[in-house]
Nanobody, 117 residues
């Protein structure tokens, strides 16, 4: 398994910014894509953004232009810079790592983001 530790969540006013970090433990496994997902109360867990080991990114339409995902491959750490936050961005944000061989996913424990209007 790969342990993921998230940090950076908190309470912010609408229009503000937060930066989330997710660090993967040292591992013998090769991590391909890493990403962020979020889950609001009573809703399913949705993709926010992903980034491959080569730096290719993908964003949900709702965050494109406001959020930026980046990655430090040497540190096995992925970041999510969130700007212009809206109340609807409030959720628990989860980090995911996709391992290539054998193929499995690891999830972090989640970090709460609260946006006040």
């Amino acid at each position: 398994q790969v342990q993921l530790v998230e940090s950076g969540g908190g309470l912010v006013q609408a229009g503000g910014s937060l930066r989330l970090s997710c660090a993967a433990s040292k591992t013998i496994f090769v991590i391909n894509a890493m990403g962020w997902y979020r889950q609001a109360p009573g809703k399913q867990r949705d993709l926010v953004a992903t980034i491959t080991s080569g730096g290719n990114t993908n964003y949900a339409d709702s965050v494109r232009g406001r959020f930026t995902i980046s990655r430090d491959n040497d540190k096995n750490t992925v970041y999510l810079q969130m700007n212009s936050l809206k109340p609807e961005d409030a959720a628990i944000y989860y980090c995911k790592a996709e391992i290539a061989q054998p193929r499995f996913d690891s999830w972090g424990q989640g970090t709460q983001v609260t946006v006040s209007s």
